[in-house]
T-cell receptor, first 111, second 114 residues
């Protein structure tokens, strides 16, 4: 059974800091990995999708890496802003079509 | 707006009542998924459809839950005889039907059972 773990559970940083969120998964036989952002009481917004054959993806100030063999992914956020405050969720797609999610990292960026 | 649409956004119901939620996926997406999320947790898979066929159901989907996608477009999720433990955010997502594609989520339906 696939299990996804995200560390840390919560993170508070001053504005402008670069930061790294971590995601690990137990079954390396994945199709892809997706990072999402969730604002309080809202749905999920897709940030980045990394296919199993890829090592990283970039979008603006976000960079996600994938090391499938070790079961790890990181989300790097450069020059953080208060508007980046949200919960960040990592999800992997393995067998079938379901996504398995971690419990998320709650990020607070202080002005 | 061509994103995933869910209605209603909020639902408060008394224990024992039946509730139904609707999801309209992105129009060209033939896969549709339902997830449930409780406070402080990541979403948990409930079920998914490819076109009108329900291809997978989680053991979380008890016999009080039923989902349909009658014409391969919108989907409904019904919960019968609601219990307080059913209180959660119900999320719908859609994607194209091959393994490497991106899933897009709606804004969710927040259910509160009192």
């Amino acid at each position: 059974k696939q299990e996804v773990t995200q560390i840390p559970a919560a993170l508070s940083v001053p504005e402008g800091e670069n930061l790294v969120l971590n995601c690990s998964f137990t079954d390396s036989a994945i199709y892809n990995l997706q990072w999402f952002r969730q604002d309080p009481g809202k749905g999920l917004t897709s940030l980045l999708l990394i296919q199993s054959s890829q090592r990283e993806q970039t979008s603006g100030r976000l960079n996600a890496s994938l090391d499938k063999s070790s079961g790890r992914s990181t989300l790097y956020i450069a020059a953080s802003q208060p508007g980046d405050s949200a919960t960040y969720l990592c999800a992997v797609r393995t067998s079938g079509s379901r996504l398995t999610f971690g419990e998320g990292t709650q990020l607070t960026v202080n002005p | 707006d061509t994103g995933v649409s869910q209605n209603p956004r909020h639902k408060i119901t008394k224990r024992g009542q039946n509730v139904t939620f609707r999801c309209d996926p992105i129009s060209e997406h033939n896969r549709l998924y339902w997830y449930r999320q409780t406070l402080g947790q990541g979403p948990e898979f409930l079920t998914y459809f490819q076109n009108e066929a329900q291809l997978e159901k989680s053991r979380l989907l008890s016999d009080r839950f039923s989902a349909e996608r009658p014409k391969g477009s919108f989907s409904t999720l019904e919960i019968q005889r609601t219990e307080q433990g059913d209180s959660a955010m119900y999320l719908c997502a859609s994607s194209l039907a091959f393994g490497g594609t991106e899933a897009f989520f709606g804004q969710g339906t927040r259910l509160t059972v009192v």
